[in-house]
């Protein structure tokens, strides 16, 4: 099924955990997609696989907090297949997890300058040429922590909110566009940060059991349904602007088979 043939995507955070099931899914969609990380052994292994199925991709280092990394992807792509129609940023980190009055004041600001710039500058290097050929889909990857607070996840949370308000003023600025831009949470995914979480001690994040517990009875979520969803999201049909949308909303999930499955 070739619903995003001729299309261009930009996937940030490509080499793990959503990004690489959102990455892999949409070049099984038909897109030519350019995956992003500053992992190069992950990048290499996620573009291989999606070579192997016959799919179109480009790996592509870059750290997503760094200007002039970005504008080389950005660049990278239009010299490899052409300019990006699809931007994906689910690139992002949770440290430090760790109560406020003991963080690290460096690390603190390196996670909203990832979460929150990384997000930023994707946009930025991308969008100027969407608006003049008056199409693009932008998804930006948000988190439950947007709206519910954690102890130990101060940064995580304050990125993750200001993701989605980024979303909904730049939503403003598209609209009669062409152009638009969503959020979406995808909810706990089964993903290494998941796994990660789950060995952390409750004194630096008290709901470590909870996501425990989440695991033992399997409540986790298939990174590949969620990619699904994005995949939808992304569709040149889906004219869905400025909402920060959830995993839990049946409405959006049985939008997206409906479009994927037509």
Do not use: C
Not at 174 to 202: F, N, W
């Amino acid at each position: 099924m070739a619903v995003l043939s001729g299309q261009v995507a930009i996937v940030t955070g490509g080499g793990r955990g959503l990004g690489r099931a959102v990455a892999e899914t949409l070049a099984r969609l038909g897109a030519s997609v350019v995956v992003a990380s500053r992992n190069a052994p992950e990048l290499d292994d996620v573009v291989r696989g999606i070579r192997k199925a016959r799919g179109h991709a480009l790996a592509q280092t870059a750290d997503v907090s760094d200007e002039r990394q970005v504008q080389e992807l950005v660049l990278a792509t239009e010299r490899w297949v052409g300019p990006a129609t699809i931007l994906v940023n689910a690139a992002g980190m949770i440290d430090p997890v760790v109560q406020l009055a003991r963080s690290d004041p460096a690390l603190w600001l390196r996670n909203i300058s990832i979460n929150v710039g990384g997000t930023y500058l994707p946009i930025r290097m991308v969008l100027p040429g969407m608006l003049e050929r008056g199409s693009g889909r932008i998804v930006n990857i948000s988190s439950g922590q947007s709206t519910r607070p954690s102890a130990g996840l101060s940064a995580y949370g304050a990125a993750k909110a200001g993701v989605v308000q980024l979303t909904r003023a730049l939503a403003l600025e598209l609209e009669g566009t062409g152009v638009t831009v969503t959020a979406y949470d995808p909810g706990h995914l089964d993903t290494e940060m998941q796994e990660r979480m789950r060995r952390l001690s409750t004194a630096d994040f008290p709901r470590a059991d909870e996501f425990r517990q989440m695991q033992r009875e399997g409540r986790l979520i298939d990174p590949n349904i969620a990619a699904r969803v994005v995949a939808y999201l992304v569709l040149p049909a889906t004219q869905r602007n400025g909402e920060a949308l959830r995993f839990d909303e049946p409405d959006l999930a049985r939008a997206a088979e409906a479009a994927l499955t037509a």
